[in-house]
């Protein structure tokens, strides 16, 4: 499900004063506070492969937690909820002395308190390692999660976590029912398939044969497309905030149709390019609803969950629903302790399955014994997407289709408002693990560590965290003035992608707005490798008086980039004051200068935000939703209207409306 996107940070990092370094002890809880550009540190000492888990209390501000080994190297970044525990949990990979960097996000300022609640030898023994990693979401006081392992098809751990409700005091077990979001769509999938062996649905066929009442755009659409993700429609969880709309509020079930139907153009030629997208999945949902005769809810109880024998399985279809012995889901309060949420309903299909740690298992064994959908069914949903190009995608049908230390490996995540799920399956050796959690908190990537202690036998060793680059040692290695010639923000040249390349204390770092912050290690004086990230790099292109304006990342296709240079010459914000309407989202933006002189954005539903220039009529929008704004002007100079986008729903137009 979403989160914010590949979009830039509206600020830039400038001389951060130094301060002095506290040294952290476990138990022990240290107050902080933040202003807009200042760096709290930190400072402990641990060893190699230890366990290390903590949390950054967020009282009255959202913090950025970077982890930094005794290099001075980025180990991890942490940026999730925006109040309460901003949790860290680590293994070392070398002795000696770590460091905790503090920072705002978006220069906010407040509050924090730091505490280091371990640094222990990491557990050996598979089930006290499960145990050791869920330490944050443990106790009668935290919303919890749940973790299921098989192997060689036999359930060999399941258990439960922490709390399912902290109204009642209501544990979480393995047989408590947890939203699994995203994970839902490999289900959507079988719902297809079976409709396809029943002669009902053809996979190639364009989703208007089901759905007639779909707008057309002159060409097919077909359901492998929509359920490869590759169908050029809007995503509607990127869509929608446009409008004002939060993931709290109720959703039509006509609304996925309802957002294709507005849209003026598709956003890529069908097939031609992945774009994760939920209005897809949505919209199958409705269309098996359609051909079979049978609601949603009906036919995923009768047709997959109750024949594999997944009795405590549903599917949520409206708000409200009761779903006996299912998780409540919170987040983190604004003034401490947690609150309840509600996640998504009418998003069935993209989302909305209901199961638990023990009947999921039963779905993974599916994949072998084939009870439900066949051979045809389970090799059409485990085998990749061909774009147009030819290329593959890592993507097949509702599941992601990878290898992991030597072993293929079937998986998929899901997050919704609370609600946290990581669901793998390696079929050849019929083992899986399932990890879901009613904290926003819980971050997927521990599954790496807990699969690599359950199935060791079978893997190939494990790889570096990150590859080092290799260096040339004839190499040149670029000079402090080429670095900060280097620096500044890029625009990416036909996508809405931005990205800030910043040097802090000698090192080049990337970062998008809401993703974390990489080192990237010079392997000449103009390439640079990603460190912790793999197969991306970069490479910069001088002019001949040596400065930057120009780059390319590498990381599947290239891509050129241009740097954004802030415009010198001043500019008359108030001729891009005024009202402007998209009749595709059927909503009203005002744009008009404030008192200090910012152009901002308002919205009957939304806080304002700013609306910053870079470079003639592009413009950065301090939303995620809203990413680069590019204005149009008419024949007689006036500001026509603009475009805007968030990555995954691109060219949304504004017309500029009287006032």
Not at 337 to 365: C, H, P, Q
Not at 388 to 397: N, P, Q, V
Request: glycine share 10%; proline share 6%.
């Amino acid at each position: 499900m979403p989160s914010r996107f590949f979009l830039l940070l509206a600020f830039l990092f400038t001389a951060l004063p130094a301060l002095a370094q506290q040294q952290l002890s476990p138990g022990k809880s240290i107050p902080g506070s933040l202003t807009a550009e200042s760096k709290d540190t930190y400072t402990f000492d641990t060893k190699k492969d230890y366990y290390v888990f903590g949390y950054v209390d967020q009282n009255s501000v959202d913090v950025v937690v970077r982890i930094l080994g005794p290099d001075g190297e980025q180990l991890a970044e942490y940026d999730g909820p925006s109040r309460g525990p901003e949790s860290f949990q680590f293994s070392p990979k070398a002795d000696g002395m770590h460091t905790i960097e503090v920072t705002s996000f978006e220069g906010e300022e407040g509050d924090y308190a730091v505490l280091l609640v371990t640094s222990e030898p990491k557990a050996t023994d598979p089930k006290k390692l499960v145990d050791q990693m869920m330490t944050p979401f443990s106790g009668k006081d935290v919303p919890g999660a749940v973790i299921s392992i098989m192997k060689n098809g036999k359930v060999v751990f399941a258990k439960g976590y922490g709390m399912a409700n902290l109204a009642y005091d209501i544990p979480m077990t393995s047989k408590t029912g947890m939203s699994i979001a995203s994970v839902s769509k490999q289900f959507t999938a079988m719902a297809v398939m079976l409709m396809v062996a029943e002669g009902k649905m053809d996979l190639d066929a364009d989703i208007r044969t089901y759905l007639p009442d779909l707008k057309g755009f002159g060409t097919p659409i077909t359901l492998r497309m929509m359920l490869n993700h590759t169908t050029g429609y809007r995503e509607i969880l990127n869509y929608l905030p446009m409008a004002g709309k939060t993931y709290a509020d109720a959703m039509r079930n006509e609304e996925p149709m309802h957002v294709v139907n507005h849209q003026a153009k598709l956003q890529n030629e069908p097939g031609a390019e992945y774009n994760y997208n939920n209005t897809t999945f949505m919209l199958l949902a409705r269309a098996v609803e359609k051909v079979s005769g049978k609601d949603w809810k009906t036919f995923m109880e009768t047709r997959i969950f109750r024949p594999l024998g997944m009795n405590n399985t549903t599917v949520k279809t409206e708000v409200g629903q009761v779903i006996k012995g299912a998780s409540q889901g919170y987040a983190p309060g604004e003034n401490g302790g947690y609150r309840a949420v509600i996640d998504f309903a009418e998003a069935y299909g993209a989302s909305s399955v209901n199961t638990t740690a023990e009947d999921i298992t039963k779905w993974m064994l599916n994949y072998r014994d084939m009870t439900v959908g066949g051979p045809a069914a389970i090799e059409a949903i485990t085998t990749r997407g061909i774009l147009t190009s030819g290329d593959t995608t890592g993507y097949a049908l509702g599941l992601g289709v990878r290898t992991w230390r030597g072993q293929r490996l079937w998986t998929h995540t899901g997050g919704e408002t609370a609600h946290r799920t990581w669901f793998g399956y390696f079929p050849d050796t019929q083992s899986g693990m399932f990890i879901s959690s009613a904290n926003p908190a819980y971050s997927n990537g521990m599954w790496t560590d807990i699969a690599g202690a359950w199935f060791a036998d079978t893997l190939e060793p494990e790889e570096p965290a990150e590859e080092k680059p290799e260096v040339d040692a004839d190499a040149s290695q670029p000079t402090a003035e080429q670095m900060e010639a280097i620096s500044g923000r890029y625009q990416f040249i036909g996508a809405p992608l931005q990205i800030e390349y910043t040097v802090e204390e000698g090192k080049l770092f990337a970062q998008a707005t809401g993703q974390p912050k990489f080192e990237v290690r010079p392997t000449s004086d103009s390439t640079f490798m990603f460190v912790g990230v793999p197969n991306a790099s970069v490479t910069f292109h001088y002019e001949d008086d040596g400065s930057v304006v120009r780059g390319t990342h590498h990381q599947g296709p290239d891509s050129p980039m241009e740097k954004i240079i802030p415009p010198t010459e001043p500019v008359d914000l108030t001729a891009y004051e005024g009202r402007y309407w998209s009749a595709e989202l059927e909503t009203l933006y005002t744009l008009k200068v404030n008192e200090e002189g910012k152009l901002m954005a308002h919205h009957r539903w939304i806080d304002a935000f700013p609306v910053t220039r870079n470079d003639k009529e592009q413009f950065s929008a301090g939303a995620w939703f809203f990413g680069q704004m590019t204005f149009t002007r008419s024949p007689d100079g006036s500001v026509a209207g603009f475009t805007a986008g968030n990555g995954r729903t691109r060219d949304v137009w504004f017309q500029r409306v009287d006032w």
